[in-house]
């Protein structure tokens, strides 16, 4: 089992910066990689970001090119989403989640474990 907890959302000005972050405790040498996930009222859950554990991959989904930046720290088993020039848009509850294999960072079906999310409300 991986136990995941996020912080760092909260509420910002269009424009405004957030860093999450993502604390995991229990099993995490079985981490393939780690996403950034989110999901507003009334629509499904999103990916924003993914990172593989012991490479330097990373996977951004079209809403957050060049706005967001994923990073790790291995040694503290925590990842960080740098959220930039935040959007109204991007108003939601964001999770994080631990992959254990290879494939497709897309679907969150393929994430084991989940944080209980984080709020980011964007004031427009």
């Known amino acids: 089992q991986v136990q995941l907890v996020e912080s760092g959302g909260g509420l910002v000005q269009a424009g405004g910066s957030l860093r999450l972050s993502c604390a995991a405790s229990?099993?995490?040498?079985?981490?393939?990689?780690m996403g950034w996930f989110r999901q507003a009222p009334g629509k499904e859950r999103e990916i924003v970001a993914a990172?593989?554990?012991?490479?330097?991959?990373?996977y951004y989904a079209d809403s957050g090119k060049g706005r967001f930046t994923i990073s790790k720290d291995v040694a503290k088993n925590t990842v960080y989403l740098q959220m930039n020039s935040l959007k109204s848009e991007d108003t939601a509850v964001y999770y994080c989640?631990?992959?254990?294999?290879?494939?497709?960072?897309?679907?969150?079906?393929?994430?084991?474990?989940w944080g209980q999310g984080t709020q980011v409300t964007v004031s427009s």
């Open positions: 990172i593989r554990w012991s490479a330097d991959s990373t």
């Open positions: 989640a631990v992959k254990r294999y290879p494939g497709t960072y897309v679907s969150p079906d393929v994430y084991s474990y």
């Open positions: 229990g099993r995490t040498s079985s981490t393939y990689a």
